[in-house]
């Protein structure tokens, strides 16, 4: 693969502590780990909404209350906000339909800790920091920055993710960049891959932040769930959102955000990568 080349392509004003997006319909929606709202921004009209996820909900929760949404998953027209697991209050997931902007909580208290006890984890270990359906399975992505870096991927058949379910633990090995564990920080699938992003930092908590060491870019066979390459996207930038804005037969454009863990800069900054298939 030639050297990856990372694009700002647009800068969003209100909007802090980006950690997810998808694009659907020349809208970026994008979710907050310190946010009580969904972000919907319009390309064509460069207008930004917000919805809100919860009553009296708030622009920059703390650390002890927030409900640290960090990835999203889109099922049809409904969009899934999920929190990282790693304390009880992150222990949700936010159902949000695009078209009528319904909003639903749900618990997840009993999918979580049983992921942790299949993955053999301590539960504050829990850190989901990416998700995606496949066809009527969910993915979930565990960031491996807790005191046993195991990043893994859950998979999650059954007739909901709430009480009655299944679970299949899948653990992946990946690289360290500048001399520092790696571990998941978005997925997506296109067609019978898995791209994602796995972003370096110092220390070994799923609750504080560590010193940012740079993002790699990689690629899974969803036949084996084998990493088929890593490639260094960034040295310096902690990048946490990822989603597909178009393909063709031999090349995909992605859209990815960026979280500084400086919860003063009030723009979340786009950025726009090609790759060939």
Known sequence: MNKLLLEILLQITGITAASGIHYQNEKLYVVSDESDYLYEYQLTANELKKHALTDNPQELRSKQTKRDYEAIAANGTDLYLFGSGSKPNRELVTQFNTQNQAVQNFSLDLLYPSIASFAEINPDELNIEGALFRGDDLLLFNRGNGANNKNFIVTVQGKNFTEEFNIFIQD???????????????????????????????????????QIAGTLFGCIDTKRFKVKYTEVLSNDKKLEGLTVLNQDKKNITFLLCEDSDDSTQNVATIYKLNIKK
């Open 172 to 210: 992946i090995k990946l690289p360290q960049l500048n001399g520092i564990n790696t571990g998941f920080s978005d997925a997506v699938l296109v067609g019978d891959k898995i791209y994602f992003l796995a972003t370096a930092e110092g220390g070994s908590s799923t609750y504080n932040d560590g």
